[in-house]
């Protein structure tokens, strides 16, 4: 199925298009948001490093290997713009997120830490069997699924940067790498199952 409907964007657009792509991309948005989880534990220094272990296996050790596929010719480019070879990746970082939430339950992390951490896992698990047949937006996915953890924890004021989530889809749509459908599915799948999993396990 093509998810190249839109028209070609002008130079101009492209350039827009491309930045905004690469500076909200997944690996950006968790570090964000595992800082803002962080922030609001009782205990800051400690939230701040429980953060840096959630963005280490679900950030940084995800854009390492994808980094070290695309030396090796493997995923194309640092999106990994093919479907079938997000196929090959999500399981891995599934793996390596799983791997950081061991750690937490071993060593006893916050409740809210720990949530956040299942509900990227849980996000990763429901965008893995539906893009075996359709390339729904991780983008989208992961930004909507940060501003619900974040509006649990902060409150629903939150919602007001989600213009910013429309931006990002925007940006896919434009680039053609998503149709709008695409983009709207992966940002109503990642609120709720991020959303839900994290209020869940938060309190």
Same mark, same amino acid.
Request: hydrophobic share 55%.
């Given at each position: ?91 891995? @970082?599934? %793996? ?69 989530? %429309?931006? @990002?889809?925007?940006?896919?749509? %434009? ?29």
């Amino acid at each position: 199925m093509s998810t190249t409907t839109a028209p070609a964007p002008t130079g101009e657009e492209n350039r827009i298009a491309r930045l905004i792509t690469d500076r909200l991309e997944p690996a950006n948005v968790i570090v964000l948001v595992s800082v803002g989880v962080g922030l609001a534990q009782d205990n800051i220094l400690t939230g701040l490093l429980w953060a840096l272990e959630s963005i280490v296996f679900a950030a940084a050790i995800p854009v390492a290997y994808i980094k070290y596929g695309i030396k090796r010719g493997q995923w194309g480019d640092r999106h990994v713009t093919q479907r079938q070879r997000r196929l090959l990746l999500i399981p891995v @970082i599934m %793996a390596s997120v799983g791997i950081g939430i061991g750690g937490m339950l071993w060593l006893d992390a916050p409740r809210q830490m720990l949530a956040l951490t299942i509900g990227m896992l849980a996000t990763l698990a429901m965008l893995l069997p539906i893009t075996a047949f359709w390339k729904i937006s991780v983008h989208t996915s992961v930004a909507t699924g940060a501003l619900a953890m974040l509006a649990i924890v902060y409150g629903p004021l939150v919602w007001l940067a989600l213009p910013i989530v %429309a931006v @990002i889809a925007w940006s896919r749509v %434009a680039l053609r790498e998503h149709t709008l459908a695409q983009t709207i599915a992966g940002a109503a799948g990642g609120a709720l199952v991020a959303g839900v999993v994290f209020a869940a396990l938060s309190t």
